[in-house]
Each structure stands twice: as C-alpha cells, then as structure tokens.
C-alpha cells in the first residue's frame, strides 16, 4: 500500500492525523527533526556495516581461495571456521558458521528409550542423572528443547545397551536446517587475552 504524502505545512501525528505545523509546539518541533536527523544517520551507518560485513565475507573467501590454489586445491571459499591473525599477532580475525539444529519426532523415541533405562535402573539410578535428564528435556518459553543439553546427554559415560540405543535415536533425530555465518574482530590485549573489537552501538 503506497503511503500517501503529508501535505505541506502538516505533520502527521502517532494517531495518522494531519497536524498543520504552526498548532505544534516548538520543542515538539525541535524533537521531531532531532530523532530524524539521528535515524537517517543510523540508516546510513547501517547500510555500510552491512555493505562492510559483506566484503569482509567475500575478502576472506577469496583468501582461503588463494590459499588453496598453491596446493592447486579448490577450497571452498565459504564454508567452514577460519582464524586469521596479522603477522604481528596483534589482531585476529574469526569466521565462525554456526549450523541451526532441530530434532525431528525420533528425539520422543530417544526419551521414552531413556525414561526406561531410569526404570530398569530403579533405585540404583543416581538421583543426579535423572535430575539431569529432566533438565535437557525440558522447553523454554517457545516450547524449543535446547539443543545443548539433550547433546550434553551423549557425553555421560554410561555403559548399558537401552542408554547406548537412546544416544543413537538422538544422533539420528538431529536435523540441519539451516546455517549463519559470523565474523569478529579482536586485538590482542595481553599473551593470552583478546578484545573484541565491538561494532554493536550498545557495547561501545
């Protein structure tokens, strides 16, 4: 729907109506060309973060790309971590793509296949781990079970056939929807410690 044009001499106020400028205070005024002024200059500045996260993207794919052609090796430039560092030290740059990860229904298998571990177990069932196990199944408020704790299950050294049978439903369950690349810049602060180099308004 085409936003029609406010009249010379209005303004349009947060209720949709037309206001004629000379009934609109004058502080009201000054504060409404503040706040524009200050959105256009965000928009303009995130129109060239997003223009700058993009090249830095596409810089370090052609790299990786370089770097493989002297092993007359196709890399592809886009997938995969990466960590870059200056050849004083002194900055590090990571590219980090993160996978999203759903469970499909066999993770309902998997938690019937443990609920019965925990009842062949009977009292000899540590307290801890149920606890444990209630706690990775458990949803948030969007009704997502985290998928760290339900993959923090496989890392329970635990040595009984049905629990091992349980850890596969849950491997099997695990599906890749999707992927989302980050980048972050950081400078040495110290042998050991890094500081990002923040490009988020609120941690400047």
Not at 71 to 87: D, R
Not at 139 to 152: E, F, H, M, N, P
Not at 167 to 191: F, L, N, P, W
Request: glycine content about 6%; aromatic content about 6%; hydrophobic content about 45%.
């Amino acid at each position: 729907m085409a936003i029609s044009a406010i009249p010379e001499g209005y303004l349009k106020n947060q209720s949709g109506h037309l206001v004629p400028k000379e009934l609109v205070s004058e502080i009201d005024l000054v504060r409404d060309d503040l706040v524009l002024e200050i959105v256009e200059k965000a928009q303009g500045l995130r129109a060239k973060m997003v223009s700058f996260k993009q090249e830095v993207f596409d810089d370090i794919a052609a790299f990786i790309e370089l770097s493989g052609e002297k092993y007359n090796l196709h890399i592809g430039g886009n997938k995969g971590n990466v960590t870059l560092l200056s050849f004083d030290g002194r900055y590090k740059i990571q590219r980090t793509i993160a996978e999203h990860m759903v469970f499909d229904e066999r993770l309902q298998v998997a938690k019937e296949l443990i609920d019965q571990c925990i009842h062949s177990w009977s009292e000899g069932s540590s307290a801890n781990i149920r606890a444990l196990i209630e706690h990775a199944f458990q949803v948030d408020k969007q009704g997502k079970i985290s998928t760290a704790r339900v993959l923090g299950l496989r890392r329970l050294d635990i040595n009984d056939g049905a629990w091992v049978n349980a850890m596969d439903a849950i491997s099997d369950s695990m599906q890749i929807t999707g992927t989302k690349a980050y980048v972050r810049i950081y400078k040495r602060v110290g042998e050991n410690a890094w500081q990002p180099i923040a490009l988020d308004l609120a941690a400047l």
